[in-house]
């Protein structure tokens, strides 16, 4: 399975942008990019996914480099509410109707007042 | 019910009892998936279950845990005999997948609580 790795935290002043980087250099050509958020004692949340060009939402852009070994989640005006962990996940296909979403630790991102 | 339901959403067990976490998933949502997060951690997987595939049990811990989706709809993760190491939040998802989707986005549940004394 592919692996992300993403810094364990981050810190973002409130109406700043916040980038939260993930490093997926093992990913396979069919394989896409999921972001979930998970926000305290609730399930996890779907933000936005991608496979190779940019994509934007009401809730956040994805930005994939050109090899796909990494991206970017950008929240464009963080919100105290926006506090959570994000996690980046690599959706790995095994055929028919076979996906996988494994998650890894996340970014704690904070925002701050 | 709109989303994915769980229940209990708390259980609190002696250990060396056996328990049993339900899930039912949105209608109509193929697959569906059972995850664990102990305090402090990411979602660690532990089953897949899609249409009528088997399952992918990879992420179970130990045979102590199974799970069962029946008719393609509810699921119950049963733990026996239970551990205090098994204490975590349990949480389920499910999403509508087919072959080729560009999205198979899950839908979590609340999750179940559970906590071995």
């Known amino acids: 399975d592919a692996k992300t790795t993403q810094p364990p935290s981050m810190d973002c002043a409130e109406g700043r942008a916040a980038n939260l980087p993930c490093n997926h250099s093992t990913i396979s050509g069919n394989e896409y990019v999921y972001w979930y958020r998970q926000i305290h004692s609730q399930g996890p949340q779907y933000i936005i996914h991608g496979l190779k060009n940019n994509e934007t939402n009401e809730m956040a852009s994805l930005i994939i480099t050109e090899d796909r070994k990494s991206s970017t989640l950008i929240l464009p005006h963080a919100t105290l509410r926006d506090t959570a962990v994000y996690y980046c996940i690599v959706r790995v296909y095994s055929g028919g109707s076979n996906y996988k979403l494994t998650f890894g630790k996340g970014t704690l991102l904070t925002v701050n007042p | 019910g709109a989303g994915v339901s769980q229940s209990p959403s708390n259980k609190v067990t002696e250990k060396g009892k056996d328990v049993e976490l339900r899930c039912d998933p949105i209608s109509g949502h193929t697959a569906l998936y059972w995850y664990r997060q102990s305090l402090g951690q990411g979602l660690e997987f532990l089953i897949y279950f899609q249409g009528n595939s088997a399952p992918d049990k990879s992420g179970l811990p130990s045979d102590r845990f199974s799970a069962e989706r029946t008719g393609g709809s509810v699921s119950t993760l049963t733990i026996q005999r239970t551990q205090q190491e098994d204490s975590a939040v349990y949480l389920c998802?499910?999403?509508?997948?087919?072959?080729?989707?560009?999205?198979?986005?899950?839908?979590f549940g609340q999750g179940t609580r559970l906590t071995v004394v």
């Open positions: 998802a499910s999403s509508p997948q087919s072959p080729g989707a560009t999205n198979t986005e899950a839908f």
